[in-house]
């Protein structure tokens, strides 16, 4: 079963940039990969899908035109870098494949202070 590691998370301040990644036990080149993120009393919620076959990848609308996500299927590893951060963007990443089969990894934290 493959599993997910998250890193990159930190303390910023509004408007600066973080680069997340998100490597795997095993392949990701056949499945699309989801970034998450949830933050206390909150469900989880899905922000940037990046596509199995293509550098194509779509985006919720609080992240689209400042985030960018990106693979690189040889490295089994996702990544998702964030620009003009915003204190609304603090919360706990997470990435997992678009059908939730891979167990929830520990996340990694985001803090964005204004």
């Known amino acids: 079963q493959v599993q997910f590691v998250e890193s990159g998370g930190g303390l910023v301040q509004t408007g600066e940039s973080l680069t997340l990644s998100c490597v795997a036990s095993g392949s990701i080149s056949t499945k699309t990969v989801v970034w998450h993120r949830q933050t206390p009393g909150k469900e989880r919620e899905g922000i940037a899908s990046?596509?199995?076959?293509?550098?194509?990848?779509f985006y919720h609308p609080s992240v689209k035109d400042r985030f960018i996500a990106s693979r690189n299927n040889d490295k089994n590893t996702v990544y998702l870098e964030m620009r003009n951060l915003k204190p609304e963007d603090t919360a706990t990443y997470y990435c997992?494949?678009?059908?939730?089969?891979?167990?929830w990894g520990q996340g990694t934290q985001v803090t964005v202070s204004s």
């Open positions: 990046i596509m199995s076959g293509t550098p194509t990848a």
């Open positions: 997992n494949f678009v059908d939730k089969s891979a167990p």
